[in-house]
């Protein structure tokens, strides 16, 4: 895959909208139309447009999934072409942890997750900026949240908890999530 079409490609709102949509779980055309409201000639051509660069994949049935290890390997290439760190993921964090950000982060993409603890957890920490203290998340938001920066949200997820940046209630229909710890900022990194 052609990293700069793919980044390209991903530029686009839409494009952006049917990915993320796609990173939470594979879902059918009409259930992706009911995820970004978008028009169904516009799913149809995105879902052309990511197929294409082999990031979406489609099953028997017409389930749209997204390629996981593609959306990795373009991030790894996009990280060997040397897109730096986008600015706004040092926001709040050290000059050490700025640092340590750099080397795992191209634009907003996670690229890998840190396997050494301290690193991992300079990693979550800033993650967990992401999230409002005091609101209370779904777990089908954090995943969309998290999904944005690596297709491994539920490692992320996980560690966040264990890590006790997030807390997590069990309820019916699913979990609740909000920040139980991190770092709090003036200003939110958005």
């Known amino acids: 895959m052609e990293t700069a079409r793919l980044l390209t490609l991903l530029l686009d709102v839409d494009r952006l909208a049917i990915a993320g949509a796609l990173a939470v779980r594979p879902r059918a055309t009409e259930a992706l139309i009911e995820a970004t409201s978008l028009d169904r000639r516009i799913v149809l051509n995105v879902i052309g447009d990511l197929r294409s660069v082999g990031l979406v994949t489609v099953d028997d049935r017409g389930i749209y999934a997204l390629d996981h290890q593609a959306v990795r390997r373009g991030a790894r290439e996009a990280a060997e072409i040397g897109i730096p760190m986008d600015p706004v993921m040092g926001y709040g964090m050290t000059d050490e942890e700025r640092t340590v950000l750099g080397r795992y982060f191209s634009g907003r ?17 800033r993650l967990a900026l992401e999230f409002d203290i005091g609101r209370r998340y779904t777990e089908f938001e954090v995943n969309g949240l998290l999904g944005a920066f690596h297709p491994d949200w539920s490692a992320l997820r996980r560690g966040l908890v264990d890590e006790g940046l997030l807390d997590r209630e069990a309820v019916a229909g699913g979990n609740l999530y909000w920040r139980s710890g991190g770092r709090v900022t003036d200003v939110p990194p958005g």
């Open 109 to 125: 993409v996670l690229n890998d997750i840190p396997t050494q603890r301290a690193k991992r957890l300079v990693v979550l920490q």
